[in-house]
């Protein structure tokens, strides 16, 4: 886990992915992130 479901924590780690080239995310209705 990475931290708590909200939209700045899942900024941050899309932040970290995004080098990664990891354009979709997959949250099973869990709100943001």
Known sequence: MF???KEVVFKKL???LNPL???RYYTDD???Y
Do not use: E, M, Y
Request: glycine content about 24%; charged content about 15%; hydrophobic content about 35%.
């Open 3 to 5: 931290g708590k479901h």
């Open 14 to 16: 899309k932040a970290l």
């Open 21 to 23: 080239g990891i354009s």
């Open 30 to 32: 869990w709100g943001t």
